[in-house]
């Protein structure tokens, strides 16, 4: 069975600082892809970063960078110079490879102080 | 990217009425879609994969016969809540996958608030 963890229900984070959200996953699967959504107030999902586990190369897109340990089955996401905009909540998500479904950590809330 | 939009975006009704959600994915073609609830400050839950022209796949402890799902064209899937009780009164979320890109893109999301 697939299982997403996020441990963190809330984290904040200082206008243009770093911050680092977590996220532990367990698949039975060797081929599988992970995610980092945002959901901001407007309630529509939204794709951060996508990480596929046959890639040993963490995933980068432009202030958003994962730390994939497949060994650890850990897959977290920083963020970096954080911006008002980026508050939201962010769901990790699994899938694997061969199906169909996507299944969603619990959400961790990032509030960005200014 | 993808365009996947969702009607309505808010409904209200009666207790014992039923209400249809659409999801249509606007510029490609979606042979699975999947449906997901979402209650306040919690996570998504899958509750149904839709698939083109067949039957849909329900998650356990979801009521086929409360929500039902069709999918007849590769740009539509509905859900529809039959007689609808205050406790399915929540936030409904679709999705459609991209073929080949192994990515979902999300509709806007349609709250329903039941009476």
């Known amino acids: 069975a697939q299982t997403v963890t996020q441990s963190q229900p809330e984290m904040s984070v200082q206008e243009a600082e770093t911050v680092t959200l977590s996220c532990t996953y367990d698949?039975?699967?060797?081929?599988?892809?992970l995610f980092w959504y945002k959901q901001p107030p407007s309630r529509q999902m939204i794709l951060v970063i996508r990480?596929?586990?046959?890639?040993?190369q963490n995933a980068t897109e432009n202030r958003f960078s994962v730390n994939f340990q497949k060994a650890a089955k850990s897959f977290s996401l920083k963020i970096s110079d954080s911006q008002l905009g980026d508050a939201a909540m962010y769901f990790c998500?699994?899938?694997?490879?061969?199906?169909?479904?996507?299944?969603f950590g619990a959400g961790t809330r990032l509030f960005v102080k200014a | 990217g993808a365009v996947v939009s969702q009607h309505p975006s808010w409904v209200i009704c009666k207790s014992g009425t039923s209400v249809k959600i659409e999801c249509r994915s606007l510029?490609?073609?979606?042979?699975?879609m999947f449906w997901y609830r979402q209650f306040p400050k919690q996570s998504l839950m899958l509750m149904a994969t839709?698939?083109?022209?067949?039957?849909?796949?329900?998650e356990q402890g979801v009521e086929k016969d409360k929500f039902l799902i069709n999918h007849a064209s590769l740009t539509l899937s509905t859900l529809t809540v039959t007689s609808a009780h205050p406790e399915d009164s929540s936030f409904y979320i679709c999705?459609?996958?991209?073929?080949?890109?192994?990515?979902?893109?999300f509709g806007e999301g349609s709250r329903l608030t039941v009476l």
């Open positions: 698949t039975s699967e060797s081929d599988y892809y």
């Open positions: 839709s698939n083109e022209g067949s039957k849909a796949t329900y």
């Open positions: 998500a699994s899938r694997n490879t061969g199906g169909f479904k996507t299944i």
């Open positions: 990480q596929e586990a046959y890639k040993q």
């Open positions: 510029d490609f073609q979606a042979t699975t």
């Open positions: 999705s459609a996958l991209l073929a080949g890109s192994g990515e979902l893109f």
